[in-house]
């Protein structure tokens, strides 16, 4: 008897590989471990860099690149012409690539990756095509009502991309609410995203880890914040600059990522006079992150919002005390002795626009050792409890099948 052909699904995305945030790492991490003879991906994506083909596999994706490019073009061309332009063009532009798909492949399944102006892609498809499973998947890190109000006057036909859904995959608790608060009534999972925790916990050698403290002239006595992140407003590494003010000059911030906020970063550490104690990094390979982590002292992000935050989990998983808000979906992972009596501590919480609190937090975790000892532990153990990728990825295809299955 011939084996069961794998079940299709079509995936939509403003950015894939290699833009990628964690949203779209979600996707690869996931998809990655789930078995070809069971599940079959597609991804239609822009291709933005016309040094980018225009088909490529990436893992376990088939991923189709459309839309306007420019050579080398990188995050921070998105916002000018006319790549902008993008976005407001790829609902219609994939559609009509996933109407000719269709009809080669027939797919099980079409599932948005975030929402906004790519889901209505898939909505569309929906209506074309009503017997198709059409999953609305929420990994946005905007607050509510920013993500209610973005799409402007499309705001009727961005809440049909939550009734006319058959069923929702959200990160968070948080984002659980802001899909039923557009009034969508199926069934839902909450899938969070996870943490490669082998890589995160790896082990460097003591000459390899000095290599990159000199490189980067940390001093003995130095203490390095650190973040990764996509420079935006939400993020907030700009309370992370201000803070220093409050705190010793052997402390210093690094910062792993770029974004369209850095020249304003850059200027505000110009203007608070803490230039020298701010190291821009860049987009760090993200197989040379846990040794960046390894010898930082303290990672932090007080985000504004924050859909779920796979960047606090690797942290914690690499052993560092994490600073952050309790914003968003941060809420579910992050317990402060203070603010959660009831749950064992895994991190410290600061209010959002509070650069005081930052500095407050630094100094109580370079007081208290024997505390910041205990609540690495068991951070890292929730970490490999509730969101290593393997364990993820099972949840995923147990939503995939709840779609799929009963076809």
């Not at 700009?238 to 705190?247: E, Q, T």
Request: proline letters at 6%.
């Amino acid at each position: 008897m011939d084996e069961p052909s794998p079940k299709r699904i079509l995936f939509f995305s403003l950015t894939y590989h290699p833009f990628i945030g964690g949203a779209e790492v979600a996707i690869k991490e996931t998809t990655d471990r789930i078995s070809p003879k069971e599940y079959s991906f597609d991804m239609i994506t822009l291709r933005f860099d016309s040094a980018l083909p225009k088909f490529e596999r990436v893992g376990n994706i088939d991923v189709f690149r459309i839309g306007f490019t420019r050579r080398g073009a990188k995050i921070s061309d998105f916002k000018k012409f006319p790549l902008v332009f993008n976005k407001y063009l790829y609902p219609l532009w994939a559609l009509a690539a996933a109407i000719v798909l269709h009809r080669r492949k027939r797919y099980d399944a079409v599932s948005s990756v975030m929402t906004g102006y790519a889901s209505f892609a898939p909505l569309f498809f929906k209506m074309l095509f009503p017997t198709v499973p059409y999953i609305v998947r929420s990994d946005d890190g905007d607050p509510i009502d920013y993500l209610k109000q973005r799409v402007g006057v499309f705001a009727p036909l961005f809440k049909r991309v939550f009734t006319k859904a058959d069923f929702a995959i959200t990160t968070s608790t948080y984002l659980e609410r802001f899909v039923r608060s557009m009034e969508y009534k199926g069934p839902l999972a909450i899938v969070p995203n996870g943490v490669n925790a082998t890589h995160f916990s790896q082990s460097y050698a003591p000459e390899e880890l000095e290599g990159l403290k000199n490189t980067l002239n940390k001093k003995e006595e130095d203490i390095y914040l650190i973040t990764t992140s996509r420079l935006v407003t939400k993020n907030a590494c700009d309370d992370v600059i201000r803070a220093l003010a409050f705190l010793p000059e052997r402390v210093k911030f690094v910062i792993l990522g770029v974004g369209p906020d850095e020249e304003i970063l850059r200027a505000l550490a110009h203007d608070v006079q803490m230039e020298n104690r701010i190291l821009f990094l860049g987009q760090v390979p993200h197989a040379d992150l846990p040794k960046y982590l390894k010898i930082s002292d303290i990672f932090i992000r007080p985000s504004r919002s924050e859909g779920f935050g796979i960047s606090f989990i690797e942290a914690m998983v690499a052993e560092l005390p994490v600073i952050a808000t309790q914003e968003g979906g941060i809420s579910d992972f992050l317990f402060d002795a203070k603010c959660n009596p009831d749950k064992s501590a895994t991190g410290w919480a600061v209010d959002k626009d509070s650069p005081e609190q930052i500095a407050e937090a630094v100094q109580d975790i370079l007081a208290h050792p024997d505390t910041v000892a205990q609540v690495k532990v068991t951070a890292k153990k929730m970490a490999f409890e509730k969101y290593d990728w393997n364990l993820i990825a099972s949840e995923m295809q147990s939503a995939f099948d709840r779609v799929c299955i009963k076809r």
